[in-house]
């Protein structure tokens, strides 16, 4: 479910706004690798910080963990919250980092690619090539196989009359 910018700014306090507005959209294409590596950073403290707070209000709530407070919580919709939207904040900005290295992977390819035909292409096939189909092309290689007379009706008729003698002879 989609979160709105407005429930963000809700549930964040205004260093976490500011990191969150950096993973959005046309923020997040516009930051180099190393500060884009710096938030994923940032951000993933502070989801963890929020996830850590969020499992201890759940436990109080349960009445399994001693409360931090001098009373237990009684609701952790806001520590949710706040989870939901570092996690898509997180979800965003590794979304946006593979994509630089799917790219980056994409353009190392095309280069190596480049370089190979271009090493291929000042190659020349000298006597040193070492190949079955060097310096005359390709060589037919004789087939070792008999080749077989039967004629394959023939084969498949004799199969079906010992089928119908050993049938007579079954049924008798």
Known sequence: MA???REE???LSADEQDLVAKSHHPAVQELADAEL?????LLRERRDRAQT???RRRREMRGK???KGAVASKADGGSRLKLEVLAMAMRRLNGEAERRRQLAARLSLAENARK???????????PDFN?????EGMRAVANLKAQNLIRPMERGRQRKAAAVAQAKRDAR
């Open 131 to 135: 190949a079955r189909t060097a310096h």
């Open 53 to 55: 707070e969020a499992h």
């Open 9 to 11: 700014a809700r549930a």
């Open 65 to 67: 963990g001693a409360p």
């Open 37 to 41: 590596a710096n938030l994923v950073k």
């Open 116 to 126: 190979a035909l271009a090493s291929k292409q000042a190659a020349t096939n000298g």
């Open 3 to 5: 979160i709105s910018r």
